[in-house]
């Protein structure tokens, strides 16, 4: 893993194979600028704007241009960033993509330097951030070919003035330990499915939170049948990879609010009997990012001692056609004794998510929170990089919203109109598995609403375009899973910790 150093401002130590440098905008006539808070020397700053000028480097923000070394800087190669604000509005969003954006170029430098405008601790830990964040590399498949994808680097130093504040240095170790645990989700979700089964699935998460005060429990496929979990039975019959449901426990000693957190585990989502076409088969294995992030994110929130007891579920599944397969038609109990029509085995997340989310209710959270990839109409309405956020309780999805905005991540609110609810009835069953195609997304919505109390404060987020990057690489963002919601998710714990002990 990479690692995330501060140092001072010294541009003629040598060792770095590259140096990340954001390039702000200057007041008076929107030109190309290099701040004096980046603590680059005024020659410096000038070579480096000379150089930019001499190749035309572009203005437009998040534009990135490669130099080959500045005579006065002792590093080989220069990755310019357009940040697209004057250094008094770069908000620390702003800089965490720049940066990003900069170790995303770097390709496989190993030893990569940063230097962006601004010195507070919010700037400084959104570079440091945004860089860790670009600098993800998936390396768990590179082969012994001639052609290997890059490595991650090794380290990253962020250069700046402020290297000994100590306020600046905890807001670094605070953003670098929600990066890494970004990175723990993206590994999740680009692990091919044939290498992370739900049993896979369910050891990473135990091995994550090692030695960190979670309690660990997994049921496997006798637990689960003895426990009566009939929708994640049921997802997980067609697979020989059987299903596991996780459950983690943070509960420290100062704690002022109980969250439940519910993530959909679906290692692979073939549709089961009602099989996807091939190319809607290509990215499904992301279908177990709401786990990953939940998973991700209690570890984070542990690592990080946040006062809030959490509890977190994962519900793992394959879900795949065969023999054993459930088949459209049949009729299934969950855990609460609700019996459910399935009517399309292609909407199996709301199945495992009913269980998970009555497991979640008897702990009797404050607050619960599921994160799942749920459905393609989620990217019909809001593209691939707006997740959705539903609820029954009007502040608790400004909570997410607010949170998110905070962290750099784009949720937005959605509705769940009670009118959509009775499409979801069955003739024969208390409910049926799909309702309403217009509006897919809200009868998700509405039908993960049966399993919750009504008394209970609940969200949904359906992340199923944001979780999977599957064109370029865009700000701090690589191609592949993205870890989208691990940061909402630690902000909201904040938040809501925070507001319970005032
Ligand atoms: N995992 C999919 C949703 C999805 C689609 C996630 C694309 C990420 C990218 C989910 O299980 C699914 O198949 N949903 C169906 C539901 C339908 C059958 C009611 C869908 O959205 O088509
Ligand atoms: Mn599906
Ligand atoms: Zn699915």
Sequence with gaps: MTEVRLAAVDPKSSGYDTLVVGVTT?????????????????????????????????????????LPGVSGIDIPQLICVVIGATEEEATPEQIRQAAGAGTIAAEDSAKVAVVMPGKAPADVAATAQGALLGAYRYEQCRGSGTKKPAKAAKTITVLTDSNRDRHVREAVRQAEIVAQEVWFARDLVNAPPSALHPIELAEAAVAQVAGLAVETLVLDEADLEEGKYGGILAVGQG?????????????????????????????????????????????????????????????????????????????????????????????????????????????????????????????????????????????????????????????????VVRAADMVGEQFWPMPLPPELRESLDSPIADLANIGDRMGGMLTAGLFLQEFVDPETPWAHLDIAGPSFNDSKPHDYTPKGGTGVAVRTLVQLVKDLADAASK
């Design 239 to 399: 697979s020989i990879n059987p299903p596991r449901l996780v459950r983690l426990e943070y509960r420290p000693e100062r704690s002022a609010v109980h969250i439940a957190l519910v993530g959909k585990g679906i290692t692979f989502d073939s549709g089961g009997l009602s099989l996807k076409p091939p190319t809607a088969m290509e990215t499904m294995k992301c279908d177990m990012g709401g786990a990953a992030a939940v998973l991700a994110a209690t570890a984070a929130i542990a690592r990080l001692g946040l006062p809030a007891t959490v509890t977190t579920y994962a519900a793992c599944a394959e879900n795949m056609p065969s023999g054993t397969a459930q088949r459209p038609g049949d009729v299934l109990t969950t855990l609460d004794g609700t019996t459910v029509e399935v009517l399309n085995t292609d909407a199996e997340g709301r199945l495992v998510l009913a269980d998970a989310l009555v497991s979640a209710g008897r702990d009797e959270p404050d607050v619960i929170i599921d994160v799942a990839t749920l459905t393609g109409a989620q990217m019909v309405a809001l593209g691939n990089r707006v997740s959705a956020v539903m609820s029954n309780s009007d502040d608790l999805r400004d909570d």
């Design 26 to 66: 200057t007041k008076r006539d929107s030109k190309l600028d290099i701040a004096a808070s980046t603590g680059l020397g005024h020659s410096e700053r000038k070579r480096i704007l000379a150089g930019l000028t001499q190749v035309g480097a572009k203005a437009k923000p998040g534009s990135v241009t490669k």
